[in-house]
């Protein structure tokens, strides 16, 4: 057996976590995960609309991850 990193298994325990509250349903898990980053995209762009530069001395977020 492989030994895994922590930060590994606590990925593999989250999948588990979102695969068994959907009762095994992939598809719904996937669609669930999804419209959560529909909304926090929303979320984001929100925040962003309404903060001040000066307040972050020109840092803007990124909608993707690099």
Not at 6 to 11: K, M, S, Y
Not at 18 to 24: K, L, P, S
């Amino acid at each position: 057996m492989r030994e895994q990193p922590i930060g590994e298994a606590v990925e593999d325990d989250e999948r588990e976590a979102v695969i068994a509250y959907h009762r095994g349903d992939t598809r719904a898990a996937i669609a669930t995960l999804l419209e959560d980053v529909r909304h926090l995209r929303r979320q984001l762009a929100l925040t962003e609309a309404a903060m001040g530069r000066g307040m972050t001395r020109g840092w803007r977020p990124t909608y993707d991850r690099d």
